[in-house]
């Protein structure tokens, strides 16, 4: 099975930037979606950026303007450029990909990394 792995996260002071990745283990034939979420401690997983296989893109209120989620096809990558960061902004941050396929006749199915740490301090 496919598998989402993340890279990019770290400490940084509020206003700095982090650029995240995230690669998918193998090839894939095609996708529906490739997504960010976080969760911070003690709330539920939220998305925050997600980019359509077509290029299309949608935000969470709170990071527009900030983040940016782009796309390399070629190599099944998603990156999350996030700047003006926030303490708020803190959590472990997991991609997604849903709608996987790898073959022609195959199902599709959806996968979850395994999450990087995103801490902002004041």
């Known amino acids: 099975q496919v598998q989402p792995v993340e ?16 690669a998918a283990s193998r090839a894939i034939l095609s996708f529906n979606n490739m997504g960010w979420y976080r969760q911070a401690p003690g709330k539920q997983r939220e998305l925050v950026a997600r980019i359509w296989s077509g290029g299309s893109t949608n935000y969470a209120d ?12 070629a190599k099944n990558t998603v990156y999350l450029q996030m700047n003006s960061l926030k303490p708020e902004d803190t959590a472990v ?3 997604n990909i849903e709608g996987i396929r790898t073959t022609f006749v195959g199902r599709r199915y959806d996968s979850w990394g ?3 740490q995103v801490t902002v301090s004041s």
Not at 64 to 70: A, D, L, M, Q
Request: glycine letters at 20%; hydrophobic letters at 25%.
């Open 7 to 22: 890279s990019g996260g770290g400490l940084v002071q509020a206003g700095g930037s982090l650029r995240l990745s995230c």
């Open 62 to 73: 709170s990071v527009k303007g900030r983040f940016t989620i782009s796309m390399d096809n």
């Open 93 to 95: 941050y997991y991609c």
């Open 114 to 116: 395994q999450g990087t």
